[in-house]
């Protein structure tokens, strides 16, 4: 079975980069036709989709967040990161990555909770002021 777990700081300072990593297991980042994606929660609210990349190496982002999100890989560790930007306290949330399909249209990509088969525990972020 395909594993996921997230890792990186769990406090940042706002204005600074938040940067975390989802290690997988079970199962290749290249490969599968699948997509890697970075989603997240705030307290109290619902799921927001960040980005993703997918198996080719193609990443994809939330408008909303394009100009501050980088997700990378790195396919020797079969890991996939997310870098955050000039967080702000509204940027405190859980952050979850998960497995998806492989959409090629960023607008295909959805915060919508069973279009992921697989999914980490999930790491709360704060961020201080």
């Known amino acids: 079975q395909v594993q996921l777990q997230e890792s990186g700081p769990g406090l940042v300072k706002s204005s600074q980069t938040l940067s975390l990593t989802c290690t997988v297991s079970g199962g290749s980042i290249t490969t599968g036709y699948y997509s890697w994606s970075w989603i997240r929660q705030p307290p109290g609210q619902g799921l927001e989709w960040m980005g993703a990349?997918?198996?080719?190496?193609?990443?994809y982002y939330s408008p909303a967040l394009k100009s501050r999100t980088s997700i990378s890989r790195d396919t020797s560790k079969n890991q996939f990161s997310l870098q955050l930007n000039s967080v702000t306290p509204e940027d405190a949330a859980v952050y979850y990555c998960?497995?998806?399909?492989?959409?090629?249209?960023?607008?295909?990509?959805?915060?919508?909770?069973?279009?992921?088969?697989?999914w980490g525990q999930g790491t709360q972020v704060t961020v201080s002021s």
């Open positions: 998960a497995r998806g399909p492989g959409h090629t249209d960023p607008s295909d990509y959805k915060a919508e909770r069973w279009e992921y088969d697989y």
């Open positions: 990349v997918a198996w080719d190496g193609s990443t």
